[in-house]
């Protein structure tokens, strides 16, 4: 079999960091917008759900993508056991 490209190796950790990224930049550009506008107030029962509700859709963003990459590592793993297979008969 081939060998695999290294850009395709390193994707679960490219994904693992996206996800950090994706979750605080999606969190950060709502806050960022809330408390720009004015009357912002974060003990407004509204705001806050505003908030838990952001923070839930960035958390789960960032699930995909550790899942993603946690499929990607795992036919990586399968990848290289076959080919040590074929390697060896």
């Known amino acids: 079999m081939t060998e695999l490209p290294v850009l395709l190796r390193r ?3 490219i994904f693992y960091i996206l996800s950090f990224l994706v979750a605080a930049a999606y969190f950060g550009l709502i806050y960022w917008d809330l408390a720009s506008s004015e009357g912002f107030d ?3 029962p509204g705001v806050q759900k505003l908030m838990i509700t952001t923070l839930f859709n960035a958390l789960q963003e960032a699930i995909y993508l550790i899942g993603t990459g946690a499929l990607i590592d795992i ?3 399968i990848w290289d056991k076959i080919d040590r297979k ?3 008969q």
């Open 11 to 13: 994707a679960p950790k």
């Open 42 to 44: 974060r003990r407004d």
């Open 86 to 88: 074929e390697a060896a």
């Open 75 to 77: 036919a990586i793993r």
